[in-house]
T-cell receptor, first 116, second 114 residues
Framework: EPEVTQTPSHQVTQMGQEVILRCVPI?????FYWYRQILGQKVEFLVS????????KSEIFDDQFSVERPDGSNFTLKIRSTKLEDSAMYFC??????????????FGPGTRLLVL | RKEVEQDPGPFNVPEGATVAFNCTYS??????FFWYRQDCRKEPKLLMS???SGNEDGRFTAQLNRASQYISLLIRDSKLSDSATYLC???????????????FGQGTILTVHP
């Protein structure tokens, strides 16, 4: 069964450093997302991406964040200058094309980011 | 009011029990509804979509009441493997501008014991 993959599974970084989280969505999916989950809290939407551009973003997704689909396969989330409060699990998700079986989003296993 | 609000839990039930979770959502423009399951430190996994007519998948039954903005999940004959956090998830679609952004509830922890 196709699945969303993410690398790395864990990332430890120093405050102020840049990190890039990588995702490979399911191959025929067209909509891509990043969510985050701070330990003990709910899953929060960060950004959606469609047709090579951001379609929607939350207030969390400020100028420090950016997304890219550099090669038609990978989907990346970059945090330019990490803060302590960026420590969280980051989930990538992708969604089936419209009219297939609905709007199911499939999540990757996540990258656990720890900012020291 | 929280956008998606769930029973606080935790629920601690014996094997074989029936357990019900409730969820309310604040935005009447909501379009799609789901129950996801999340195991400890893992990704959310779709358990089932929720339709207005109600739907059943084996031991799991989901109901939607649009008038009351209320969603429920019923688990019958609980198994040890049902222990997880159950997430009520809503896709708000105000004016057709949503691109599938999901809004999650806080989750309800279920522990099924022998």
């Amino acid at each position: 069964e196709p699945e969303v993959t993410q690398t790395p599974s864990h990332q430890v970084t120093q405050m102020g450093q840049e990190v890039i989280l990588r995702c490979v969505p399911i191959s025929n999916h067209l909509y891509f997302y990043w969510y985050r989950q701070i330990l003990g809290q709910k899953v929060e939407f960060l950004v959606s991406f469609y047709n090579n551009e951001i379609s929607e973003k939350s207030e969390i997704f400020d100028d420090q964040f950016s997304v890219e689909r550099p090669d038609g396969s990978n989907f990346t989330l970059k945090i330019r200058s990490t803060k302590l409060e960026d420590s969280a699990m980051y989930f990538c998700a992708s969604r089936e094309p419209p009219g297939v079986t609905g709007e199911t989003q499939y999540f990757g296993p996540g990258t656990r980011l720890l900012v020291l | 009011r929280k956008e998606v609000e769930q029973d606080p839990g935790p629920f601690n039930v014996p094997e074989g029990a029936t357990v019900a979770f409730n969820c309310t959502y604040s935005n009447s423009a909501s379009q799609s509804f789901f129950w996801y399951r999340q195991d400890c430190r893992k990704e959310p996994k779709l358990l089932m979509s929720v339709y207005s007519s109600g739907n059943e998948d084996g031991r799991f039954t989901a109901q939607l009441n649009r008038a009351s903005q209320y969603i429920s999940l019923l688990i019958r004959d609980s198994k040890l493997s049902d222990s997880a956090t159950y997430l009520c998830v809503v896709n708000f679609n105000a004016g057709g501008t949503s691109y599938g952004k999901l809004t999650f509830g806080q989750g309800t922890i279920l522990t099924v014991h022998p």
